[in-house]
């Protein structure tokens, strides 16, 4: 199949970027996105042209570094897959297609498709974690843990930390990824005690990297690869309010 | 040469006698001791991790966007521990047998032994940490057996075990960046290390993101850099997997062990075009109900579903009645890869067989099947676009797991003191073939239990040293080092990049140094490799000048690949015998199975670098066998 490619190139930080058109006239759709961009890749390099630069590691939907907008949809257009998933076949003969980075304040760009995603770490580091030293673990089964209860600390706890749910969102909130953590850690037993003091402090940090806030669109929901539910905001907001009331 | 470090006494006391007698440091003096952790997988996660919580001062470094996106977040089967919770006669001892002989008998027993013993420990830490592993309706953890063992001691996370048990040892290392104890550096990638008076002393790194070439000492450095597999081009690691830092080590004095020994996994999906770029593992547990099957015919073009059950052949049934589709990883590969050279292979490409379902779906329904697999159902359809309800998957071995790596002594130290290699970088617990779900057991089990008592013993001297000084002229000539490097890999401008040389590389090496090897075609291989090597140097692109680069970072991996590639294939041709993943056409049963000689091979091959122009040169590490005596591997 033949593609017409829209891309942003921007070669740093400090240089405005612009869309770039090139075209490429042999695309197997059996290829995946990366695939192609990999193909596009040597075609721009055998004509002197700067490689496009962008993120990707695993190529099997887990590690979370690739993500681009495809057509204005975070990871493009099919449900729950990301970028690295999506196949040729998805597209049309002949068609144009318009890739750019996620896009937030908070995610800055770097250099073509490839973005800073650290202030997810940064909201981690402030409190995604049971303080719990090696060594000082009792026996696994010393504390019973109910299926349903692990299961769906499961659902939270499979985010892979893409960004696509913040570069869906109109205020570009990070409620989702936030939330997902908390969520996790608060519904398992282990993570309770330091519940109250976890919720503050991450969206505390969520806020100060000046991330939107969350008005309740739930296109997070829709462009998120591990369908992370929005019912996760739900719960980071009412443990919040509780930590805040209890704090008082 | 290579003193191995090993404690006297029974088996069972060893690690207990280490740990009561080795050297500590006091708490009071570990904020003078800087470690460098380069990665942040299982392995690296857990030593920064553990090291911080002590109150060492810590540098971390990995080359992604951020830790948490280390490889190990793709492993999906499992991690193995002898709880024993389904009383079924498991313990410590049956663990450590069923990792040596898996292995085929080509490991330490005491570093085996030690792996079981700290299994127990591993699920408790990972349980406090908050990862959610399956369990059973009373609310207690829940096992599955895996790997072709008779026992249930594989803990799981459904598909996702490797992505749970990193979040929870990211968290903890973030926890410790949090606390100031650790200094994490994202897209970092390491290029040389630095050795002076004989002790590793730092790192020279390559930020990522603006090209500066940075300098970092300290009194110990770890590598934890994972496996090299992507050597092979196709191969079920991620893109950024590479052998530079343990080459880089090597160059300086580390002794490489093993370096041949590669597990090709049999069930992923088969490469469909020139364009590829990786094979997708699908996870072995399939093999629980697919069965494996050619047709009788060669080159027989039929759709799958129109062959009738007479025409198929279901080789590993026939040639293995015992295991049948549940033979051991090698002895699966090699049985596909053996069907597909002799012209019965399957697909657009003939390079695949197919993992059928049918039998199990007529017996159990569909939905029974759904439940068990779902997920990679879902997950085949994603990437081919065929149900495999209805139609057989197509699968094909690819590169996998490295069980060679840097050679390490009991406490997990290179042959360079202060150097340390943990994780799949070092080669130690699985000998020639690595049973299923112990290698992330492996990464977690160095990095929490082992090296923050091993490190003590050598920092414990350290503690009069004084910061490292990085203007010292070992600094200064390792990084001059780097920079001629980049620069010259830029100032080639020839014709094709990196990848155009590591695709034909994977092609020599998985061709001739994979799944079976002989004489004839390693020494071809050697000649080949060196070939390739000179081109390169000649034909070489790499866009040039600027700071972000994906090209650069390629370029100098595959430049390290070029030498590590023929490095595995003297160690190949070295062993003349068959044992685990390692297949020597030339030693075998009139049958086709591997032919093991203990009496002149019972040894691990330690390789020493002699110059990009010069063989390298062998040290032989005999391996004791004190407790238990080596028997033949048969699945007949
Ligand atoms: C698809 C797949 C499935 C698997 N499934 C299982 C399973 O079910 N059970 C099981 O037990 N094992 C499994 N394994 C094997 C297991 O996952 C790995 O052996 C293990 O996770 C390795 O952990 P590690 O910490 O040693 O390395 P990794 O997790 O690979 O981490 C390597 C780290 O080193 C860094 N790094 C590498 N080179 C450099 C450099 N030059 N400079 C700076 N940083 C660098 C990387 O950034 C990364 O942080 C699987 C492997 C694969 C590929
Ligand atoms: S919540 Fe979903 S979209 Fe957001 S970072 Fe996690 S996986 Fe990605
Ligand atoms: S590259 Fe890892 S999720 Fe896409």
Redesign the pocket.
């Known amino acids: 199949m033949r593609l017409r490619l829209k891309i942003w190139r921007q070669e740093s930080n400090e240089i405005t970027g612009r869309m770039e058109s090139y075209e490429l006239k042999e695309v197997n759709e059996e290829m995946s996105f990366l695939e192609m961009l990999d193909v596009l890749n040597e075609q721009l390099m055998q004509q002197g042209i700067r490689p496009v630069e962008f993120d990707h590691d695993c190529r099997?939907g887990i590690c979370g570094q690739c993500g681009v907008m495809i057509n204005g949809e975070p990871h493009g257009p099919l449900q729950n897959t990301t970028t690295c998933q999506l196949h040729m076949r998805t597209f049309r003969d002949g068609e144009e297609i318009y890739i750019e980075p996620f896009r937030a304040l908070a995610f800055p760009v770097k250099c073509d498709l490839k973005i800073d995603r650290s202030a997810f770490d940064r909201i981690i580091q402030s409190g995604g974690f049971i303080s719990v030293d090696t060594g000082q673990a009792p026996e696994a089964n010393s504390t019973r843990i109910p299926v349903p209860v692990a299961e769906s600390a499961f659902d939270s706890a499979a985010c892979i930390g893409c960004g696509a749910c913040v570069a869906a969102c109109k205020n570009t909130s990070a409620a989702l990824f936030t939330s997902a953590k908390i969520t996790h850690l608060a519904k398992l037993p282990q993570g309770k005690t330091e519940a109250q003091e976890r919720v503050l402090h991450m969206v505390a940090q969520m806020d100060a990297e000046g991330f939107g806030h969350c008005t309740n669109t739930e296109a997070c929901e829709a462009a998120c690869p591990q369908e992370i539910s929005v019912l996760n905001i739900a719960r980071m907001n009412w443990e919040f309010n509780k930590a805040h009331i209890m704090r008082k | 040469m290579l003193e191995s470090k090993i404690p006297e006494g029974p088996l069972e006391e060893k690690w207990n006698y280490y740990k009561s007698h080795t050297k500590l440091v006091n708490p009071a003096n570990r904020k003078k001791i800087d470690i460098i952790v380069?990665?942040?997988?299982?392995?690296?996660s857990a030593i920064a991790a553990s090291l911080g919580e002590m109150g060492y001062r810590v540098k971390s470094?990995?080359?992604?966007d951020t830790?948490r996106r280390?490889?190990?977040?793709?492993?999906?089967?499992?991690?193995?521990a002898c709880k024993n919770y389904k009383n079924d006669g498991d313990s410590v001892f049956r663990m450590f047998y069923d990792t040596l002989k898996g292995g085929d008998f080509r490991s330490r027993e005491a570093n085996v032994y030690r792996l079981a013993e700290c299994s127990a420990n591993l699920i408790d830490r990972a349980v406090a940490q908050g990862v959610p592993f399956g369990r059973e309706y009373g609310g207690y953890l829940n096992n599955r057996s895996f790997g072709g063992v008779q026992v249930s001691r594989t803990f799981y996370a459904r598909g996702q075990?490797?992505q749970q048990l990193?979040l929870g040892a990211y968290q903890a290392l973030m926890r410790q960046v949090h606390a100031g104890h650790v200094q994490l550096s994202t897209r970092?990638?390491?290029?040389e290390l630095v050795v002076i008076d004989g002790k590793a002393r730092g790192v020279i790194?390559r930020n990522m993101e603006t090209g500066a070439i940075e300098r970092h000492g300290a009194h110990a450095v770890v590598l934890?850099?994972?496996?090299f597999?992507k050597i092979y081009f196709l191969s079920?690691?991620a893109m950024?997997?590479?052998g530079?830092?343990i080459w880089r080590a090597h160059k300086k004095g580390a002794l490489i062990a093993n370096p041949s020994w590669t597990q090709i996994h049999p069930t992923s999906l088969p490469q469909s075009g020139e364009y590829q770029s990786k094979l997708t593992?699908m996870s072995e547990s399939l093999r629980n109900d697919g069965r494996i099957w050619v047709p009788k015919k060669q080159d027989d073009q039929r759709p799958p579903n129109q062959i009738p059950e007479e025409e198929r052949d279901y080789y590993l049934e026939r040639r293995y009645p015992a295991f049948g589709n549940l033979t051991p990883r090698d002895i699966a590969s090699r049985a596909a890869k053996e069907r597909i050279d002799a012209g019965y292979g399957i697909g657009p490409l003939k390079n695949a067989v197919y993992l059928d379902f049918s039998k199990a779906i007529s017996e159990q329904g569909e939905e029974k099947i759904r439940e068990k697999y779902g997920n990679l159902f879902r997950m085949y359809q994603k990437i081919t676009n065929v149900n495999a309800y209805t139609e057989p998957m197509r699968i094909s071995p690819a590169a996998?797991?490295s069980m060679g790596g840097l050679w390490v002594d009991y406490e997990l130290m290179t042959s360079i003191p202060g150097l340390y290699a943990?994780?799949?970088?070092n080669f130690a617990d699985h000998g020639a073939n690595r049973l299923?779900?112990?290698?992330?057991?492996q990464?977690c089990v160095d990095g929490y239990f082992i090296a923050p008592y091993t490190m003590a013993n050598f920092l414990a001297d350290e503690i009069r040293t004084g910061p490292i000084d990085t203007r010292h002229p070992a600094f200064e000539a390792a990084e001059e080092q780097v920079r001629d490097q980049l620069r010259m890999l830029e100032t080639i401008q020839g014709k094709h990049p990196a990848d155009y040389f590591h695709r034909q590389l994977g092609r020599i090496l998985y061709d001739r140094c994979g799944l079976s090897r002989s004489a004839p075609g390693l020494e071809s291989a050697i000649t080949d490799i060196q070939q390739l090597r000179k081109e390169f140097y000649k034909q070489l692109y790499v866009p040039r000048g600027f700071a972000i680069n994906a090209e650069l970072e390629k370029a100098g991996r595959v430049a390290d690949y070029l030498e590590l590639g023929e490095l595995m294939c003297h160690d190949a041709l070295n062993r003349n015998e068959s044992c685990g993943a390692h297949f020597r056409e030339e030693y075998q049963t009139p049958d086709g199975e591997a032919l093991r000689n203990d009496a002149d091979f019972s040894f691990i091959a330690a390789w020493e670098w002699q110059g990009a122009n010069n063989p390298p040169l062998l040290h032989k590490e005999p391996l004791h066998f004190e407790f238990v005596t080596p028997s033949v591997r048969s699945y007949k």
């Open positions: 099997e | 380069v990665g942040t997988g299982l392995a690296g470094f990995c080359f992604q830790a280390a490889h190990s977040v793709a492993a999906q089967g499992g991690v193995n075990t490797g990193l970092h990638e390491m290029l790194v934890a850099t994972g496996g597999g079920t690691l950024g997997c590479n530079s830092a593992l996998h797991f943990l994780g799949e970088a299923g779900a112990n290698s992330l057991l990464a």
